[in-house]
């Protein structure tokens, strides 16, 4: 069918795993292992370096050569990978939908090719924007329909609802043109995960320009520098939030052209604002006619053609991570979205599905290594991953990876050359898993300190993480919002501030403060939150489906709630605005892991310090405290620059803001000095030593 993409080779130790075993002693004993999986890597690198003209570079920018592309004198070439078709043609709109005119050549190893000359007069032999389909002959002489994986511009046919190209070829008048740089890479994230399509209040589906003119003014007066999107590889299915890609290649046409995509990212830096794509290459969509499955007409291709190419419970295709053409496919789809669009960089969908044959299913990670380096990590996958780190940082050194990875694999997110997988970061999932399970099950009288501190401190040494306290996937239908958890259908009448007062309201508000502060502050070294969750979004995400008839009331954002200064939205809006600032100004996410100093169950008060700051919590449902000693280690005079209590933030304002604490001498709680402060009951505070 194709080339392997490696070949066996001795185990080779990497270069600088010694930096690794310093971080992380206990992988000694995981040496060989660890040094198996970099051999295996630097086969498949060393396969691509020696055997493909221009080696990595090119090979990782296939994308100039395969699919449908417009030549410099009017003609078209196309080039395609179709290892078990008999042949292929291509028809369309150009041609007057004449069947059998066009057809490919067949070359080595699988590849198709074809010249369509230019035509006199024509600026291109294949108008821009007309309709162009693939028909491939299988081996039984089947004439079947299909989009070349490469498409980069493909829309639905309101009759069918089925994907077809278009050829995207926009004169030079009509394609857009980047003016502002890529901003200086963040090494303290504050990532405003984002769908373009729910972006807007009303039931519709928004557009790219909508997002560029309404939602990033907001993402940077918040303070968010970075925005994450969400479904923008090409999906058939709008309620499959993205996750059931159709056309890797192509921006999602339902909320515009590419290049309102391009314009919408480089307004995005224009503000200093990165754009991270959340790319799917753990699985495809099953479609076959609009969707890569089947594509030659057989079950392999850009699959494994048995049980390891299907993942029952996503009812979706399983990439064959062997195959060289298909490493082509991935490696280059990336470099695409960096190249093409300007992204900065990937959040890895499903990468704790990719790192073992279980897929994660059913299997609960107690820490063992032997769990991360047994026979059940699939080295295939694994390796796939450590070479798109590898390339993406060789060729774009600012570039930011992030895993979604829940198991804990170590070295995940160390370099390649260590034997790591080389992401930049992974989602600390384990906290929001935590909030939902405490709000669900636990009365605020039993919450521990103790657990829920070692939860938001539990992650690996050396290695960074993306905190939050939920995301879309909590936001989903069937789950509800941190928000709707602690108020529920209270929202829908006692927001107002002219609403009788309401004990769950004004819980509901404190605690979603406090519980995002302390995941902000303690639980990693970026921070995300999902777009209209700053303010208290009601509600649940739904997305038009025969379910719930075709209704987008659950498929928006309904800004105009933060906005009304008669609504207590506008409080918690306010308050995420002010503490992404405070980061910005004391810089914690890139401070080292906060010292705790207190954690105590029976007063419910968290103490720590990080980034020279001092952050105390009561938790306590009833209990304020007065003059209530608290530990510091440097001494001085404080102030305080954050309190939940404010009124601006829907307090009650019970601290004064303008006193001056001064620190006693003395050791308390194993820190060198102390101060006294007023706690009142669910309230967070934040003291700063005066400048």
């Known amino acids: 069918m194709g080339n392997s993409a490696g070949t066996q080779q001795s185990a080779q130790r990497p270069p600088a795993i010694d930096e690794l075993k310093k971080i992380d002693g206990y992988l000694f004993l995981y040496e060989d292992e660890i040094s198996r999986r970099y051999q295996y890597f630097q086969s498949l690198l060393d396969n691509i370096e020696n055997t493909e003209p221009g080696g990595l570079d090119t090979f990782t920018r296939s994308y100039e050569s395969y699919g449908i592309h417009a030549t410099a004198d009017g003609g078209v070439y196309c080039k395609e990978w179709c290892p078990g078709a008999k042949g292929i043609y291509i028809w369309g709109d150009f041609n ?43 081996r039984n002489g089947n004439h079947l329909t299909r989009v070349s994986p490469w498409a980069p511009y493909v829309t639905s046919a ?23 740089p890529r901003p200086k890479s963040h090494q303290r994230l504050r990532i405003y995960e984002s769908h373009v399509g729910i972006s807007s209040w009303e039931g519709k589906v928004a557009t790219y320009k909508h997002f560029t003119k309404e939602v990033l003014p907001r993402v940077e007066a918040l303070g968010y520098n970075a925005v994450q999107l969400m479904a923008v590889m090409e999906h058939a299915y709008y309620a499959s939030f993205g996750y059931q890609v159709t056309s890797f290649f192509a921006a999602s046409s339902r909320y515009g052209s590419p ?72 490696l280059s789809n990336l470099r695409w979205w960096m190249d093409t669009y300007h992204f900065d960089g990937f959040r890895f969908d499903g990468a704790t599905a990719m790192l073992y044959h279980s897929h994660g299913l059913g299997q609960g990670f107690s820490g063992h290594y032997d769990e991360y380096f047994g026979l059940n990590t699939d080295t295939e996958s694994l390796g796939y991953l450590m070479l798109a780190n590898h390339m993406l940082h060789k060729f ?30 992974r989602l600390a999932m384990a906290i929001p898993d935590m909030w939902i399970k405490l709000l669900k099950e636990t009365s605020d009288d039993d919450w521990s300190m103790e657990k829920m501190t070692w939860t938001l401190i539990n992650r690996r ?31 829908y009448s006692l927001m107002s501030d002219s609403s009788p007062p309401s004990t769950i309201i004004d819980r509901g508000i404190a605690l979603h403060k406090m519980i995002r502060l302390i995941s902000h502050t303690l639980g990693g070294e970026g921070y995300l939150n999902f777009m209209g969750n700053e303010f208290g979004h009601p509600e649940w995400l739904d997305f038009p489906r025969q ?55 029976d007063d419910k008060l968290v103490v720590f310090e990080r980034s020279e700051l001092l952050f105390v ?12 000693k608290v530990g510091v280690e440097v001494s001085g005079k404080y102030r305080l620059v954050l309190s939940s209590d404010a009124v601006e933030y829907g307090g009650q304002g019970r601290v004064d803001e303008s006193i001056d604490y001064v620190t006693c001498p003395g050791e308390w709680d194993n820190r ?19 400048e």
């Open 547 to 601: 379910g719930n008839n075709d209704s987008y009331h659950y498929a928006r954002r309904q800004w105009h709630l933060a906005d009304d200064h008669r609504l207590k939205y506008r409080y918690l809006n306010s308050f995420d605005r002010d503490m992404n600032h405070l980061e910005i100004k004391y810089k914690w996410l890139g401070a080292p892991q906060a010292y705790i100093s207190r954690k105590r169950d």
């Open 396 to 425: 774009y050194p600012f570039v930011v990876t992030i895993a979604e990875e829940v198991s804990g694999m170590p070295a995940l997110c160390r370099p390649v050359e260590e034997g790591g997988q080389g992401f930049d970061y």
């Open 617 to 628: 919590f009561n938790f306590h449902p009833q209990k304020s405290f007065t003059d209530y």
């Open 461 to 491: 040494h050396g290695e960074k993480h993306i905190a939050y306290a939920e995301s879309h996937d909590q936001a989903l239908v069937g789950d509800k919002t941190i928000a709707f958890w602690l108020m529920d259908k209270e929202m």
């Open 96 to 138: 007057d939908w004449k069947r059998e005119e066009h057809w490919y050549t067949k070359l080595d190893f699988g590849k198709w090719e074809l010249t369509i000359p230019p035509k006199p007069g024509q600026a291109s032999v294949i108008p821009h924007n007309s309709v162009v389909k693939l028909v491939v002959v299988d």
């Open 259 to 330: 290049e309102d995509l391009k314009e919408l990212i480089d307004v995005a830096h224009s503000r200093g604002i990165v754009v991270l794509l959340d790319v799917v290459h753990s699985h495809a969509c099953k479609n076959t006619v609009d969707g890569l499955n089947q594509f030659d007409g057989t079950n392999g291709c850009f699959f494994h053609d048995n049980h390891r190419g299907y993942h029952d419970l996503w009812d979706s295709r399983l990439f064959n991570y062997t195959e060289l053409e298909v490493l082509r496919f991935l």
């Open 158 to 180: 309101t009759e069918t609802k089925i994907y077809e190209q278009r050829f995207h070829n926009p004169p030079p008048e009509q394609t857009y043109v980047f003016k502002h």
């Open 672 to 690: 060198s000095n102390h101060l006294f402060i007023y706690v009142p009951s669910r309230v967070a505070l934040v003291f700063a030593k005066n």
